[in-house]
């Protein structure tokens, strides 16, 4: 009997270790998944992403996944199946989600991040309403998840996408700040996203990309953005998304040659069956090479581009250059069918107006020649050439060469902005103020941006009143092309000033 009774008492001890044990074994073989998904996601490898999610049982998590898989997708393609189909998984696990929003801090936060996610897509797509009520559901979830566990990483990420997102809001769009009744703050938000993305929640990369954009675009620090995409580089286990980024972002700060090493590795990519190849890819490497004067190569590219994109939002742009790569090489009659293509298309979301209001006059007649000149020297500029794009302006200022006032201002705004760049402030200063003084009906929009760029040059000579009186000025224009873009800049500017 006593025999028996020990072994009852080591069944019992044994059972009750196995109780303790076995959560912890689910937990961590639940979290190894969890990770080999996340990498996959991150690698690109979307459809094995997807089978490996098929093996889960249902949860939160696997809805979560599949949600933004199927954004992933979307993204990547354009195409309407991929729209149709991501519109199906939202909804499939915004359900499933919300069922259990109620009790838990971390599924608030996942739903409030797929509202927004599904916000963004509405709003690329011009359906405004709905990014709206999208918008104020994630923010509603949000707030939720920060009664419930205000620390919780997913809850900080979500803050930190509402900071940024809202930081500054062009007044094209005020009206959905005004909506929200939410103004953000990008510094919090970046902070945000950093404390919750050493965390490694899920997705915690995407709290990364968008603090390094917001690094860039709102708080001019294109390097410390950079930083942030190569901390997540890891050679073993190499993204195709993260390359994306990196070729964006060289793009973005001028350094076309980096952009270039990256994107010539696209080969690599397509022919790799496990990748989802990202077709715009296509566009960033055509566009590189346009910047370097390398237009037969940016034909191939970008035609290759508008030949597989199955969506508009950046169509116009690519459909212009080739025109551009076409007329610039000396091939007017082919490049005028793209600028018809442009100039009568259906525009996409934030579609360049400049360049459909230029396509419209290119469409009947080419360039003339100081245009030919002025268009590759801001090519150059653009592509961080910048003693080539000065050479292409100097051919304008030879003596007896005439320029429409038209053609002055936008010389005299290109002197200025190479100047900048090669940190000659005076003469930069001395060229943005000659553009301001002309008197010209289109481009308005460079006189005001040159408005920026003395505020620019005055912030960093310690002239803070001088600098806030240009921005206000840049902001006294209205009616002009790329307002929104020229909006923000002053704005975040401006909050600067107020800042000790």
């Known amino acids: 009997m ?19 044990v076995m959560p912890l074994w689910v937990h961590a073989q639940s979290d190894e998944q969890r990770q080999q998904v996340e ?21 939160t998590d696997r809805s979560y996944y599949e949600a933004n898989i199927a954004l992933y997708r979307y993204i990547t393609s354009q195409s309407p199946a991929d729209l149709a189909t991501f519109n199906t998984i939202w909804d499939r696990a915004s359900a499933a989600l919300a069922k259990k929003s109620d009790q838990s801090a971390k599924v608030a936060a996942l739903l409030a991040d797929l509202h927004l996610k599904k916000a963004v897509v509405a709003f690329l797509n011009e359906e405004y309403l709905t ?10 979830l949000w707030k939720q998840a920060e009664k419930l566990q205000p620390s919780l990483p997913e809850v900080k990420k979500v ?13 094209k769009y005020q009206w959905l700040s005004n909506g929200l009744g939410y103004t953000g703050d990008i510094s919090t938000g970046i902070r945000q996203l950093t404390e919750s993305a050493k965390s490694g929640h899920m997705l915690h990369r995407e709290g990364v990309i968008i ?19 190569k901390a997540l580089e890891n050679p073993q286990r190499p993204s195709h998304l993260l390359a994306f980024l990196e070729a964006i972002l060289y793009l973005q700060l001028k350094q076309t040659d980096k952009a270039l090493a990256i994107l010539k590795n696209r080969d690599a990519y397509k022919q790799n069956p496990q990748v989802d190849f990202i077709v715009y890819w296509d566009y960033l490497q055509g566009k ?34 080739l025109g551009m790569a076409l007329t610039l090489s000396g091939h007017y009659p082919t490049g005028k069918v793209f600028f018809r293509q442009m100039a009568n298309g259906n525009g996409g979301f934030e579609e360049d107006e400049y360049a459909r209001y230029v396509a419209g006059i290119f469409q009947y007649q080419p360039p003339g020649e100081s245009q030919v000149w002025l268009w590759k020297a801001r090519n150059r ?3 961080g050439f910048f003693k080539e794009s000065m050479a292409h302006l100097a051919a304008l200022q030879h003596p007896g060469v005439v320029l429409t006032t038209e053609e002055r201002t936008e010389l005299y705004y290109r002197l200025g902005r190479v100047f900048e760049a090669q940190k000659n402030l005076g003469k ?21 941006y040159a408005c920026y760029y003395l505020g620019e040059i005055a912030h960093f000579e310690g002239k803070m009143q001088e600098s806030k009186q240009y921005y206000q000025q840049a902001l006294s224009y209205d009616h002009i092309f790329y307002q929104a873009g020229l909006e923000s800049n002053c704005k975040t500017a401006l909050s600067k000033l107020k800042t000790p």
């Open 2 to 20: 006593r025999k028996k009774g020990q072994l009852i008492k080591w069944a019992v001890i044994g059972l009750g270790l196995l109780l303790y």
């Open 39 to 59: 990498n996959l996601i991150w690698e690109y490898h979307l459809r094995e992403a997807s089978r490996a999610l098929a093996t889960w049982p249902s949860s």
């Open 131 to 140: 990014t709206l009520l999208r918008a104020r559901e994630a923010r509603s």
């Open 159 to 171: 803050a930190g996408v509402f900071n940024v997102v809202f930081g500054v809001v062009p007044k």
């Open 211 to 229: 603090a390094a954009w917001a690094e860039k675009q709102f708080l001019n620090r294109p390097e410390a953005g950079i930083a942030r995409l």
């Open 288 to 321: 590189g090479q346009y910047f370097q004067e390398n237009y037969l190569a940016a034909q191939g590219s970008l035609s290759r581009f508008v030949r597989d994109y199955q969506g508009k939002w950046l169509l116009g742009d690519a459909t212009f250059k």
């Open 381 to 383: 500029f653009d592509g």
């Open 428 to 448: 930069a200063r001395e060229s943005y103020q000659k553009c301001v003084a002309e008197n010209p009906q289109q481009m308005r929009w460079l006189q005001a």
